[in-house]
């Protein structure tokens, strides 16, 4: 990766930045074509084009920035506001292609593999230690996110850096065409009146639950975007810092089995989510080396 940029009259691009404003006017352009489907198609289109122009904004300013700190600062915060808002931009976009929910293909197919509906059986081994160790698993990815962004930054240098941020982002936007390909509510929406034993616990437990109250909607379920961005994170802190890989392994394992524990996914949404992690992995080198191809012809140099 040598981290070109393609410039575009006074924009300068890298990769990542590529990636988010092409998903902002494909999402976009869904919402035009499928208007007919999505409420208030006219609102997602012009929010996306203020995000993709605070975007810009944002990112030219931190070009800017002298100190190795604010340089950090500057280019990860927006590219992170960025995923986390095309995350929610999906929602809407959800059920064009399909009139409803499909949870009950996975529920059937769980049922088939596993004679038994697995996020229902798993209520038989609920306890409150067990709750806190793994509402503690998937509530600290979230800061796990931009803690790994700087470890690898102030170690490996700006290169990892893109790197991290460019396969993260290509698996969140994976994940978020899955939603529209394959739709599934979740079983905290479809099944919720099926459980019978609450998740008890303290403050990561919690934490776990406002998560669910006020991030989470019905959908973004398969594939499951905390396994797969997770999964990057893993194999990320094993290619550029092999401490934080370690450190991170119990962590990363245990999230994989909270999705389901807690109620937020079906089994079949994790293993789809690390799947579709190991996909972005394989792919993104080819599109990194396309990017810089396109890009060739007028570089800005890294500094």
């Known amino acids: 990766m040598t981290n070109k940029r393609l410039t575009i009259g006074k924009l300068q691009l890298r990769a990542t930045d590529g990636l988010i404003l092409a998903t902002l006017v494909f999402f976009s352009l869904l919402a035009i074509i499928f208007y007919y489907r999505v409420d208030g198609w006219q609102i997602l289109v012009l929010k996306n084009i203020a995000v993709a122009i605070a975007y810009i904004l944002f990112n030219q300013f931190g070009e800017h920035a002298t100190k190795k700190f604010w340089k950090f600062f500057l280019r ?3 590219i992170v506001l960025a995923y986390a808002y095309l995350f929610g931009a999906v929602d809407k976009l959800q059920l064009i292609i399909h009139s409803g929910w499909m949870d009950d293909y996975v529920l059937d197919m769980e049922q088939y593999i596993f004679d038994l509906q697995p996020t229902l059986w798993l209520e ?12 503690f698993s998937y509530v600290i990815y979230v800061p796990m996110y931009p803690v790994l962004c700087g470890i690898i930054y102030y170690l490996r240098g700006e290169l990892a850096m893109e790197d991290y941020f460019f396969t993260l982002g290509f698996t969140n936007i994976l994940c978020d065409i899955g939603f529209v390909l394959f739709p599934v509510a979740s079983p905290m929406y479809y099944i919720k009146q099926l459980y019978t034993v609450p998740l008890d616990g303290w403050v990561w437990t919690f934490l776990g639950e406002c998560m669910r109250k006020y991030l989470h909607f019905a959908g973004g379920s398969i594939p499951s975007p905390h396994t797969a961005a997770a999964t990057i994170m893993w194999m990320m802190a094993y290619r550029y810092h092999r401490p934080s890989f370690w450190v991170l392994t119990p962590i990363i394992l245990s999230l994989y ?3 389901f524990y807690c109620r937020f996914h079906y089994v079949t949404d994790a293993v789809v989510g690390v799947l579709v992690a190991f996909l972005a992995l394989a792919i993104a080198p080819a599109l990194l080396k396309m990017w810089d191809k396109i890009a060739a012809r007028k570089t800005v140099p890294s500094t």
Do not use: G, R, V, Y
């Open 76 to 78: 990860m915060a927006p």
């Open 257 to 259: 089995i909270s999705t």
């Open 124 to 135: 038989d081994f609920i306890s409150k230690p067990l709750t806190e160790w793994m509402m």
